[in-house]
């Protein structure tokens, strides 16, 4: 008799009203060569659907304590994700940001308004550049006049000293790219100076740098706590199911048929999580919302939360469930050991 | 079938479990393992089971050496095993149908076949009426009769069973008996592991008796 096949049916005892004959046994074409393709396929698929509808079984045996698992989780979910999203809102209210960095071309004083028209035209079209805006020299003189209070002193001088400007705001905000895209604007004809606040464009970076790295420590930490609780949870269902695997061992089960209801229930923990997850940040998202657009009303815009994207809410759903997953993982791989049966 | 050929267990903290024992047992053939308590019966059983490797010697069942079994392999050696035991090992919040289905669950085998093959295991051991029960719900003997359902249900060639009979009283430990017996007239093997010296003379299969590991008798029981 080998140990990775049936045994011969004249080996067996056979139950009343089994059928003897090899030809006739549904667990394969016959005994002696084991079961086929189809009875394994068969067999491994019909464990995989006890193992799920079991677990659902046993998590909606207990709702309550499932529930407030999956609140846990989610809370732990929801934490570090919504502060990922505040971090997009608040790069996306970033037109301001960005203009933080733009970089001013002065041109030299005499380039006409049709050569710096047509500069800003060709700056439009280069990589890196997002938008292009010439001030010519006489809207930057007004602009001044109006602005600096030197009106009557201006008018008496002679010529007018400002040169024309183009404004070009950078499509992305990194400090190497725009010195990049400084030097190669500061080459182009008729520009005699190329400036870039930088002292802004680092701060800005300094804070965006700050917010992921934030939203990175806390996810990691929340994360870890994630794995802690439902390895937790999944432990105690181990605890409470012990006789149940020392038999399953003893009748022929394997460590992988053991371990899958466990582990269909870390997903289904996680999905439960994720889903109230996604809830709680679309219900935060809408309450913060409403004071945002007040806010932001009062300095004359019209900025709101943007919600949390479907793509976001589907990769939060799909982290949760392989969340939930590992978590159980670990936690049947550190005790399956210990279910050695006694 | 079994062959322990010079078979010792001895465990780390020095206590010797089996002492150099050696013995066959043919196909079909149905033999009681005796002694007192500590003998090694149930080191012998759980050697058998694979829970416990042979810490010298060598351990032969159906020619597979369960010394140099890997533990991968231990999943499927125990299919071809029905185990009963003293305490039943029954699962209280399952009903007798699903306890004795189990191994069949593990096999993956269709519903209707897994119906099937309980039905007639449950006929077996006169308990078609109590399909539907608790283990709760059920006498001794009757828990114990369950046990024995599940032990048979997967057709085993080799059926252990330790202390089958030791919370019954006699009437009932006969009745189990008869049951053991009838399966091995059927062509399983059974090897059972017990102390009731009484009931084993009455039976007259072939008796291993152990005293603190070793092989002290091997005969005919009530000889």
Not at chain 2, 111 to 121: C, F, L, Q, W
Request: proline fraction near 4%; hydrophobic fraction near 45%.
């Amino acid at each position: 008799m080998s140990t990775t096949r049936s045994p011969k049916v004249s080996e067996r005892v056979a139950p009343k009203g089994a059928d003897p004959k090899p030809g006739k046994n549904k667990r394969g074409a016959s005994d002696d060569d084991g079961p086929d393709f189809r009875t394994l396929m068969h067999a491994w698929l019909e464990s995989h659907r006890a193992s799920l509808l079991d677990s659902l079984r046993r998590l909606g045996k207990q709702p309550i304590g499932s529930l407030f698992t999956c609140l846990v989780m989610a809370v732990a979910l929801s934490m570090p994700m919504g502060l990922s999203l505040l971090l997009k809102n608040v790069e996306r209210l970033g037109g301001s940001w960005q203009r933080a960095a733009q970089i001013s071309l002065y041109l030299k004083l005499d380039a006409g308004t049709r050569e710096g028209e047509a500069l800003r035209d060709e700056i439009k079209g280069m990589p890196g550049v997002s938008e292009a805006e010439y001030i010519s020299r006489e809207q930057a003189l007004e602009e001044f006049q109006q602005q600096s209070g030197l009106g009557e002193a201006l008018r008496e001088l002679p010529d007018n000293p400002l040169p024309g400007v183009v404004v070009v705001t950078p499509s992305e905000v990194d400090k190497p790219a725009l010195e990049a895209l400084r030097q190669r604007l500061a080459e182009l004809p008729r520009v005699e100076v190329a400036q870039l606040d930088l002292v802004w464009v680092e701060r800005l970076a300094a804070i965006l740098k700050l917010g992921d790295r934030f939203v990175f420590g806390m996810a990691v930490l929340l994360i870890s706590a994630l794995l802690l609780v439902i390895g937790n949870t999944i432990r105690l269902h181990i605890e409470n199911r012990r006789t149940e695997i020392e038999v399953i061992k003893l009748v022929g089960g394997t460590d992988s048929y053991v371990r899958r209801p466990f582990l269909y229930m870390g997903a289904l923990y996680g999905l439960g999580a994720g889903v109230l997850a996604w809830g709680i940040l679309a219900f935060s998202m809408s309450w913060l919302n409403d004071a945002v657009v007040g806010l932001s009303g009062l300095y004359g815009s019209d900025f709101a939360l943007a919600g949390v994207p479907g793509s976001d809410g589907v990769s939060l759903l799909i982290g949760a469930v392989l969340l939930g997953y590992i978590g159980a993982w670990i936690a049947v791989a550190r005790h399956l050991s210990e279910l050695a049966p006694r | 079938m079994i062959r322990f050929e010079q078979v010792a267990k001895r465990y780390p903290n020095g206590h010797v479990g089996l002492h150099e024992l050696s013995f066959r047992a043919r196909r079909g053939e149905f033999l009681f393992v005796t002694g007192h308590s500590g003998a090694g019966k149930s080191t012998l059983l759980r050697l058998l089971l694979a829970m416990e490797r042979p810490t010298s010697g060598k351990l032969l069942l159906a020619g597979q050496d369960l010394g140099q079994i890997n533990n991968a392999q231990i999943p499927f050696l125990r299919r071809q095993i029905g185990v009963v035991f003293q305490n039943h090992q029954l699962l209280f919040d399952r009903t007798v149908f699903n306890n004795i289905a189990l191994p069949l669950q593990i096999l993956g085998l269709s519903k209707a076949e897994i119906a099937k093959r309980v039905d007639s295991a449950l006929e077996r051991v006169a308990l078609v009426d109590k399909a539907q029960l608790f283990p709760g719900d059920l006498s001794t003997g009757q828990q114990q009769r369950v046990g024995i359902a599940r032990a048979i249900v997967h057709q085993p060639a080799l059926l252990l069973a330790d202390e089958p009979t030791g919370n019954l009283d006699p009437r009932l430990a006969a009745e189990i008996m008869g049951v053991f017996e009838d399966i091995n007239r059927l062509g399983t093997t059974v090897l059972i592991a017990s102390h009731d010296l009484a009931l084993i003379a009455r039976m007259r299969h072939r008796m291993l008796t152990l005293q603190r590991g070793r092989l002290i008798g091997d005969g005919e029981a009530g000889q």
